[in-house]
């Protein structure tokens, strides 16, 4: 019976080292990223390890190493189709980098520090959050650890954390400007009753441009998810109160697309013909043709790039000064501003 056929016996590296015939410490480096190894040796050792089905233990390799490569995403709001594709830039950037992402789920109820307990019961590289912002006693000792924290779309905290930003500032600026452009002087706005930071920046700067426009953002209309069914449920509030409006900031295009279907739906005035509506994200449905709605992009590739590059430094340069990344946005123009 070879060691395909005997399911009971654990193959390890020393069973690959004398089917190869070389040393164990030949195939660690082999399958150690960056590690130097003969190219003859490598092809000797992958062959063997093929023949017997061996598989690297990362978590064995992790408590021998005191670290390993593995980086924990913390995350809310999954079905948001905008956090799922950043989640999913974020994954493949890290293990483009050699390190194998952990995602754990979480919602507005957890507690961030159980959850970034957890991964520090697994020996993780880095954690990286894109939910709520953790309290800072989780975040220092993580610091205390030599595990460093990137926060994506949060606010400063006193522990030396990085920070990767979009301008949301910029988001709530350029629309309020590009429904001033297309005419409209009578404009709300509709926004979710959830503690997010990135939400909140981006409302407070759309009403603060307009309000230097000489615009009257009409506030209020909000709902307690940040989802479709929450734009929805903020549209039918909206189009209740009697206030009129030819201008519609909806600050995530989730939310735009719920509030779009029920405008639709309710025999509101036509966008965009006589309402004009921006969404902001540049999730992949607004470019559908159902919706083709204008939108203040993020890129989130980009995102990613500057998160792992954050984290990447952090390594580096363990104890230099918590960093800050802005980065940039832009106005997809589209139907629902023509």
Same mark, same amino acid.
């Given at each position: ?5 005997d *399911? ?13 015939g ?27 390890? +093929?023949?017997? $089905? #061996?598989?690297?233990?990362q ?9 390993? &490569? ?8 999954? +079905? ?11 994954s ?9 992402p952990?995602?754990m789920?979480?919602?507005s ?15 993780v ?5 894109t939910?709520d =912002?953790?309290p800072? @006693?989780?975040c ?5 650890? $030599? ?12 522990? *030396?954390? &990085? ?9 709530? /600026? ?5 429904l001033y452009?297309k $005419?409209c002087?009578?404009?709300?706005i509709?926004s979710?009753n959830?503690?997010? #930071?990135?939400?909140?920046?981006r ?5 603060r441009? %307009? ?14 998810f940040? &989802? #479709?069914?929450?734009g929805?449920?903020?549209?039918a ?6 206030h ?5 900031? %909806? ?9 779009? +279907? ?5 025999? @509101? ?12 994200d +540049?999730?992949? /449905?607004?470019?559908?043709?159902g919706?083709?709605? =204008?939108?203040?992009? /993020? ?25 800050t990344?802005?980065?940039?946005v832009?106005?997809?123009e589209?139907?629902?501003t023509?």
């Open positions: 019976m070879n060691a395909q056929d *399911t009971s016996k654990q193959i390890t590296s020393v069973d690959v080292a004398k089917l190869a070389v040393s164990r410490s030949a195939v660690s480096r082999t399958f150690t990223p960056g590690a130097s190894v003969a190219q003859e040796t490598r092809e000797k050792v992958l062959k063997a390890a +093929d023949a017997l $089905g #061996y598989r690297v233990n978590l064995a390799r992790s408590l021998t190493n005191k670290r390993s &490569d593995l980086v924990g995403i913390v995350a809310a709001n999954m +079905d948001n189709p905008f956090r799922t594709e950043q989640i999913e830039q974020i493949r950037k890290l293990m483009e980098q050699n390190f194998r952990i995602l789920p979480a919602e109820a957890d507690d961030p520090s159980r959850i970034i307990g957890m991964l520090l019961e697994y020996s590289s880095g954690v990286i959050v939910s =912002t953790p800072e @006693a989780i220092q000792e993580c610091v205390s650890l $030599g595990v460093p924290v990137v926060l994506v779309n949060k606010r400063k905290i006193g522990a *030396t954390v &990085d920070r990767v930003l979009m301008d949301n500032i910029k988001c709530g /600026q350029l629309a309020a400007q590009a452009e $005419g002087r009578n404009v709300a509709i979710a959830v503690p997010s #930071y990135s939400l909140q920046v409302g407070d700067a759309f009403k441009s %307009c309000l230097e426009m000489g615009l009257q953002p009409v506030t209020g209309f909000a709902a307690d940040q &989802d #479709y069914n929450g929805a449920h903020a549209a509030q909206l189009l209740a109160s009697g009129p409006f030819d201008g519609l900031f %909806c600050v995530t295009d989730f939310m735009a697309l719920g509030a779009l +279907d029920h405008l639709r739906l309710s025999g @509101a005035p036509p966008v965009p013909e006589r309402m004009q509506v921006i969404g902001c +540049d999730i992949r /449905q607004a470019a559908w043709q919706y083709n709605l =204008t939108t203040i992009r /993020q890129d989130t590739a980009h995102l990613a790039e500057a998160v792992i590059e954050a984290l990447l430094n952090r390594f580096s340069k363990p104890n230099a000064p918590a960093t990344k802005t980065l940039d832009s106005l997809i589209r139907g629902t023509r």
